[in-house]
C-alpha cells in the first residue's frame, strides 16, 4: 500500500503540510495526546430509581497502573443537583440495580485485580453495604422480584473433565510439563475467554437479605438474563436449549422456568432467534425480539408480542425497518420504549402496539471509546422519565436525563478538566454517492485542530469492522489522535453497515468484500474534491472487517502510500476453520462448506490478490485473537515477504480481538500506525 516522490517535491509538501505526530514532544500541549487516553473518563450503564428522581451510574475510566477499565458508583438527582459517589471511589463496581420501592440498590464490586466478582445491597437511607454471596463464579444480569425479597442473577457452573486415559502420577519433585488437553467439542475456545472451562451458564435466586444461591436450571444449556413475572412465581429467559445447539446456534427460543419447583416450558417454537423478554405491567402480555432466520448475513431484528402464555404471537415493528432493542413497557401496557441505529446514530424511541413509531431522543452513543462505533445505554420509568449515556463527537458519554416529551437535560461533563484546555479535531457529517450504483453513503471528515482550508494535509482513510456494523459522529479516542498528528480523517458506513435497513445491510451477503470497496474509493475521492487534501499521501487502515477491507484495498489499487491491516480475514477458508463460532460463519456468510465451495472462498479472500499488492502494508493481530486468529495476519505477511513488498508484522502479547481493550493497547496501536505512515510518507523519514 506506496512509492516515494522526488526530493523537490518532498520538500514541497514538507512546507505546505504540517506534520504533527501525536507522541512527539514538540507538539502543542493543545492538542489530544496518546497520554490523555489513561485521562479519559465516560458514564456507564445509568440507572433511574423508580420514582425518576434519581440516577446512579458508573462512572467509569481506566486505571493507569492496573492498565484496565475500572468504574465507581456515583449517584445524581435528575434536577442536576447533587452529583456525587454513592460508594468509596476506590470500589470497583458496577451494574447497579433499585429494588422495586427504590430503597435498596444491589450492585456486583470486583476485587483489586477486577476478579472476584460478588453481589453486595446497599441502603439508600444508611449508606450501608452488605456482601450477599461469596462465589467462586462471577454474578451477573442482577433482577429484583417485584415484591423486593429475591434476587436472580445468572452465574457460570463448572463440570468436571472426565480424563480419557488414566496416566502414572509423576514422581515427587518431578516435572512432566502441564497436562495435555484433551478437547472433543465443536465450541471449545472463544475470543477474550480463552479456552472454555467446562461448564455452563444457568439461572440462580437468592433472599435479598443473602444466603446461600439456589440453582435454578441446569443442563448442557447457557441460559440468558432472568425476567421475573410480576407474581414472582416465575421468570422467564432466552436460551437455546435443543439439542443442536452448537450446530444451530442462532436458535433461541423463551423459556419460563418455574421458582418453585424449576420445571421449564417453552413459549416460542420458530426457526430463529427468540431474546429480551418483557412482561407487561399487567402481566397479560410478553414482549420480545427477534426473526424469522433466513440464513442472511444481516437480519433486521424484530419486535414481537404475545400472550403470556406465549400463543398468539404477532409482529409489531414490521413496518420499521430497523433493529428494535433494549426494551421497556409503558405504564399503561399500550407502548415500549426502545433503542435503535438510524444513520449513525443511536435513539430512543417509543413504539406502539398497532407498530407507530415515535423518536424520543438522539444521541445515545459513545460507549466505545477507541473507535466511533454507535452504541449507549438507557433506563426509563414506566411514567416515560429517562436516563441515558450521551455522547457526541467532542466527549465520551456523559449522564443525560430526559422525560417524553420534554426536554433533555445533560447532568454530566467528565472531561471538561481535560478537554477544557485541549483542541479536538472538528468531526462534520458527509453523504456522497457510490459509483457503482449511485447509492448515498454516509462517512464523517475529521480535521486537524488548526486545519486551514488553504493548506494540504495527509488523508486517512480509517474502516470499521463487523462488517455488519456502524460507525457514527461520537468521540473516538483513536481518530481523534490520527486528527492531532495532521492528517484529514475519513470514515464511513459502506453498503453492509447497520442503522439504514436491511436491504442495504445485506447489499454485501454472499458479496463481501466487493463493492463496499466502490463505496470506500467513492467517499476518498468526494473528500479530495473538497480540496487540502495532498493526493500524494494518502493512508489507509481498519480493523476487523475494516482489516479485511484494508487488505482487499491494498490489493485492488495502489492509491495509497502504505497502509496498516489489523486483525483481519485474509483467508476465508482457513479463518471459516480456526475462528470461534465456527457453526456461525460458512452458514451465515458463504453458501456451504469451503471444501465444497472453494471458488467461492478464494474469490473473496484478499490472499487472492496479494500478487497485486506493491503498498506498504503493517499488519497486526492479537496473539489470543480467537476471532480473526492470528494465523490469518501470518499468511499474508510470509506472502508478502516472499513477495519483496515492504511489510511489518505487529504481535501483541496476551491481546484478544480487542487489541484496543487495554489503554496501554490502544496507546502502543495508535503509535505504531502513524510510525508506519510517517515511515512512507512523502518528506516524511527513511
Same mark, same amino acid.
Given at each position: ?15 505546505? %503540510? ?30 433511574? +430509581? ?37 460508594? =468509596? ?10 429494588? *422495586? ?7 456486583? +464490586? ?6 472476584? &466478582? ?22 451477573? &444480569? ?32 518431578? =516435572? ?61 429467559? /432466552? ?15 423463551? $423459556? ?6 424449576? #420445571?421449564?416450558? %417453552? ?9 429480551? *423478554? ?13 426473526? =424469522? ?19 398468539? #404471537?404477532?409482529?409489531? #415493528?414490521? /413496518? ?29 424511541? /417509543? ?48 449522564? +443525560? ?33 457510490? #459509483?457503482?450504483?449511485?447509492?448515498? !453513503?454516509?462517512?464523517? !471528515?475529521?480535521?486537524?485542530? =488548526? ?39 475519513? $470514515? ?80 476465508? $477458508?482457513?479463518?471459516?476453520?480456526? %475462528? ?87 496507546? &502502543? ?18
Amino acid at each position: 500500500m506506496r512509492p516515494t516522490p522526488r526530493l523537490a517535491l518532498a520538500l514541497l509538501l514538507t512546507a505546505t %503540510a504540517p506534520r504533527l505526530a501525536a507522541q512527539d514532544s514538540a507538539a502543542p500541549s493543545d492538542r489530544f495526546t496518546l497520554r490523555d487516553i489513561f485521562e479519559l473518563e465516560w458514564v456507564a450503564d445509568p440507572r433511574i +430509581a423508580p420514582d425518576g428522581n434519581r440516577v446512579v451510574f458508573e462512572r467509569a475510566g481506566y486505571d493507569v497502573m492496573k492498565d484496565r477499565e475500572r468504574a465507581s458508583l456515583w449517584i445524581a438527582r435528575t434536577d442536576g443537583s447533587d452529583v456525587r459517589p454513592l460508594l =468509596d471511589p476506590g470500589i470497583d463496581a458496577g451494574s447497579p440495580r433499585w429494588s *422495586p420501592d427504590g430503597s435498596r440498590l444491589l450492585y456486583v +464490586a470486583r476485587g483489586a485485580e477486577g476478579e472476584g &466478582a460478588e453481589i453486595y445491597l446497599h441502603w439508600m437511607d444508611t449508606g450501608q453495604n452488605a456482601v450477599l454471596t461469596h462465589v467462586t463464579e462471577s454474578p451477573g &444480569a442482577l433482577a429484583w422480584s417485584p415484591d423486593g425479597k429475591w434476587i436472580a442473577f445468572t452465574m457460570f457452573v463448572p463440570e468436571a473433565p472426565k480424563p480419557f486415559v488414566s496416566l502414572p502420577e509423576p514422581p515427587k519433585g518431578a =516435572d512432566w510439563g502441564p497436562p495435555w488437553k484433551y478437547i472433543d467439542r465443536l465450541n471449545y475456545r472463544f475470543n477474550g475467554e480463552g479456552y472454555l472451562p467446562l461448564g455452563h451458564q444457568h439461572l440462580f435466586v437468592l433472599p435479598a437479605e443473602g444466603g446461600t444461591p439456589r440453582q435454578l436450571t441446569d443442563g448442557p444449556f447457557d441460559d440468558g438474563a432472568p425476567e421475573w413475572a410480576p407474581d414472582g412465581r416465575s421468570i422467564l429467559f /432466552s436460551a437455546n436449549r435443543h439439542d443442536d445447539a452448537d450446530y444451530d446456534p442462532a436458535n433461541t427460543e423463551i $423459556y419460563e422456568v418455574s421458582v418453585a419447583d424449576g #420445571s421449564i416450558k %417453552a413459549l416460542t417454537d420458530r426457526h430463529g432467534p427468540d431474546e429480551n *423478554p418483557t412482561i407487561s405491567p399487567d402481566g397479560r402480555l410478553i414482549a420480545y425480539t427477534g426473526y =424469522d432466520d433466513r440464513y442472511q448475513g444481516y437480519q433486521v431484528t424484530r419486535l414481537y408480542v404475545m400472550n403470556r402464555d406465549g400463543s398468539g #404471537s404477532r409482529l409489531v #415493528s414490521g /413496518s420499521f425497518d430497523r433493529d428494535v432493542g433494549a426494551l421497556t413497557w409503558a405504564r399503561d401496557g399500550k407502548s415500549l420504549y426502545f433503542l435503535y441505529e438510524e444513520e449513525g446514530d443511536i435513539k430512543l424511541g /417509543s413504539i406502539a402496539l398497532d407498530g407507530k413509531v415515535v423518536t424520543i431522543t438522539g444521541g445515545v452513543n459513545g460507549l466505545s471509546i477507541s473507535r466511533p462505533y454507535d452504541g449507549g445505554q438507557y433506563s426509563a420509568t414506566p411514567d416515560g422519565r429517562f436516563a441515558f449515556t450521551q455522547g457526541a463527537a467532542d466527549h465520551p458519554p456523559d449522564l +443525560a436525563v430526559g422525560r417524553v416529551g420534554g426536554a433533555v437535560q445533560r447532568l454530566t461533563a467528565l472531561n471538561d478538566d481535560l478537554f477544557g484546555h485541549k483542541r479536538l479535531g472538528r468531526v462534520e457529517p458527509i453523504w456522497y454517492q457510490s #459509483s457503482f450504483d449511485r447509492r448515498r !453513503i454516509q462517512g464523517w !471528515i475529521v480535521t486537524p485542530p =488548526d486545519f486551514d482550508p488553504h493548506q494540504k494535509y495527509p488523508f486517512l482513510l480509517e474502516i470499521h469492522g463487523g462488517p455488519y456494523g456502524g460507525y457514527g459522529g461520537t468521540f473516538a479516542a483513536e481518530i481523534q489522535l490520527y486528527a492531532a498528528a495532521g492528517y484529514v480523517v475519513l $470514515y464511513t458506513n459502506p453498503r453492509g453497515s447497520t442503522g439504514y435497513g436491511e436491504e442495504f445491510g445485506n447489499l454485501i451477503h454472499l458479496d463481501y468484500p466487493d463493492h463496499d470497496f466502490d463505496d470506500l474509493m467513492s467517499g476518498v475521492d468526494a473528500v479530495i474534491a473538497r480540496g487540502s487534501v495532498d493526493t500524494t499521501n494518502l493512508f489507509v487502515t481498519g480493523g476487523s472487517g475494516g482489516g479485511v477491507l484494508t487488505a482487499w484495498i491494498v490489493g485492488h489499487t495502489h492509491r495509497f502510500r502504505a497502509a496498516v491491516v489489523v486483525k483481519p480475514v485474509i483467508n476465508w $477458508y482457513s479463518f471459516v476453520l480456526t %475462528a470461534d463460532g465456527p457453526a456461525f460463519f460458512y452458514k451465515y456468510w458463504f453458501t456451504g462448506f469451503p471444501w465444497e465451495h472453494l471458488d467461492e472462498y478464494m474469490q473473496r479472500s484478499p490472499i487472492t490478490y496479494v500478487g497485486n499488492v506493491t503498498t506498504p502494508t503493517m499488519l497486526m493481530t492479537g496473539e489470543v485473537d480467537y476471532r480473526t486468529p492470528s494465523e490469518e495476519v501470518e499468511q499474508f505477511y510470509e506472502a508478502l515477504k516472499l513477495r519483496r513488498v515492504p511489510t511489518a508484522m505487529i504481535r501483541v502479547p496476551d491481546a484478544s480481538h480487542e487489541i484496543a481493550a487495554k489503554p496501554s493497547n490502544m496507546m &502502543a496501536k495508535v503509535a505504531y500506525i502513524l510510525g508506519w505512515f510517517e515511515r512512507y510518507r512523502a518528506g516524511g523519514r527513511p
